[in-house]
């Protein structure tokens, strides 16, 4: 059987998370330093280490059939690749920011000003659908000095904590684009490696899914057992179990992250007690 060829970033920001996703889901790679290409030793897949940049062109070429870029890459090379799953890392925003003294009202304070960006194609889409004119100087790093050294008036740069920005007397005004890593896809993958990518897919899910929720163990009461089975429905419901103790029970079920300290109050309040969390490694539904 042949392997699925997966582009990934060399090194830099997406690199670590795009490395430990393989490993969750199982999938051995061998990353020795300086090395372009690692073949999975339990798993039909390869790995090509390359610049982010290169991703969406390799992938569209069918150089790589899978890779990871930010979603602001990918936009920006415009090339033609399927979007197959958003990762959830890698976090960023691509925002306007201006210096801080000057002041910002909407769209229309760029007017006829010069901005220094990475991402031409992204910028001049923003100012267009606002119907703003302004001069885009396209630079390939250190956006965050152009308005300092004279070369514009504002950037259009990635911005994930703001600090660069704060640093560099610039302050955000307008965010453009929302950006994670994203796995890609070749557009006309063979029929074999559209079934590895399924496997991979399938494996993605149960560790994102896993991240997303929690297990759940307490203690209840048993005339509380209806309210507090409502407050945690769980997967399908939850296990109930009697303890040593007349009158009381065992409760296990699995609680989503997000709502999670909502539900922990709804619980005390329901006269939950000896409440215990525990991650869950994987989660298949
Ligand atoms: O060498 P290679 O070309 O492969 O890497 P690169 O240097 O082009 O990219 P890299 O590793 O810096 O970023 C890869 C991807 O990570 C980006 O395409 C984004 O999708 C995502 N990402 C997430 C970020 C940031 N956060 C980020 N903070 N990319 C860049 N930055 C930079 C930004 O350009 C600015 O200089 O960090 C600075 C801002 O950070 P804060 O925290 O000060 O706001
Ligand atoms: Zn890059």
């Not at 059987?1 to 889901?25: P, T, V």
Request: net charge neutral; with cysteine; proline share 4%.
């Amino acid at each position: 059987m042949q392997n699925i060829r997966i582009a990934i970033q060399k090194s830099g920001r997406l690199s670590e998370d795009s490395i430990d996703l393989f490993k969750e889901c199982g999938i051995k790679l061998d990353m020795g330093k300086g090395r372009l290409k690692s073949v999975s030793s339990n798993f039909n897949a390869e790995f090509l280490f390359l610049r982010d940049d290169d991703i969406p062109g390799y992938v569209e070429d069918g150089v790589a059939d899978l890779g990871i870029v930010g979603e602001n890459v990918l936009v920006e090379s415009a090339k033609k690749v399927n979007l197959v799953k958003k990762l959830g890392f890698s976090k960023c925003r691509l925002s306007i920011a201006i210096p801080r003294e000057e002041s910002f009202e909407g769209p229309q304070s760029l007017q006829n000003k010069s901005i220094a960006t990475s991402y031409p194609k992204l910028l001049s889409k923003y100012l267009k659908e606002n119907g703003i004119k302004a001069n885009i100087h396209e630079i390939s790093g250190s956006v965050e000095i152009a308005p300092s050294i004279g070369l514009a008036d504002a950037v259009c740069d990635i911005v994930s904590s703001g600090s660069t920005l704060l640093s560099n007397g610039l302050k955000e005004v307008q965010e453009i684009f929302k950006s994670e890593a994203v796995l890609i896809g070749n557009k006309n993958l063979s029929a074999e490696n559209k079934s590895i990518l399924e496997k991979i897919l399938f494996r993605i899910n149960a560790v994102q899914k896993a991240q997303d929720n929690k297990y759940i163990l307490l203690n209840a009461p048993n005339d509380k057992l209806p309210e507090i089975i409502n407050i945690i429905a769980g997967m399908k419901s939850p296990t109930v179990m009697p303890l040593a103790v007349e009158g009381w029970s065992s409760v296990h079920s699995v609680l989503e992250e997000k709502a999670f300290w909502e539900k922990i109050e709804a619980l005390r309040n329901a006269g939950a007690q000896g409440i215990l969390v525990i991650p869950i490694e994987k989660m298949i539904l």
